[in-house]
């Protein structure tokens, strides 16, 4: 497993991508780093976005970041979404919808978890459901069924 964080790339070199997208702010753990760990024997490349010493006040930054995530997440084979309780996850929502709009024509794999107490639950199954017009997209309600669902992919 290779781990990427923003702002970093490397040049694809035809292993399985996989960009985690979700709660990262407030109160939320890191589940990332859990997630990742999960993974450190597989031969994948994750893109990770939380990254150390994050101040979007300092000039250039959140662009940087928000650059970094939006071409990484057009770039992958996989994206991972976890939305827990502890946050309302607003980018992350924006970047379902927008995964949503085109996951019928890219052929991009698409699992999603959602922490039982997430205030926007019915939101994102009921968008995903109208969105998945062949089923192609999980949705599982903890981080353990997340790891599951996406090995299933690699």
């Known amino acids: 497993m290779i781990e990427i964080k923003a702002p ?3 040049a ?17 753990s ?15 490349v994750i893109y990770n976005p939380r990254r150390e010493g994050y101040d979007k006040y300092e000039e250039g930054v959140e662009y940087q970041q928000i650059k970094w ?3 990484n997440m057009r770039a992958v084979d996989i994206i991972v979404m976890w ?6 996850c607003v980018i992350t929502l924006h970047e379902l919808g927008r995964i949503l709009e085109r996951i019928n024509i890219t052929g991009v794999h698409l699992v999603i978890g959602i922490e039982k107490g997430y205030k926007r639950e019915a939101d994102v199954r009921i968008q995903t459901k109208l969105s998945d017009i062949n089923g192609n997209v999980k949705i599982v309600d903890n981080l353990y069924d997340l790891e599951q669902e996406t090995r299933k992919l690699l």
């Open 8 to 10: 970093n790339n490397i």
């Open 12 to 28: 694809y070199d035809g292993r399985t991508t996989l960009f985690i997208s979700g709660g990262i702010t407030g109160t939320v």
């Open 30 to 44: 890191n589940w990332q780093k859990d997630f990742i760990n999960k993974f450190v024997d597989d031969d994948v």
């Open 69 to 71: 995530e939006y071409d």
């Open 83 to 88: 939305f827990p309780k502890e946050a309302p």
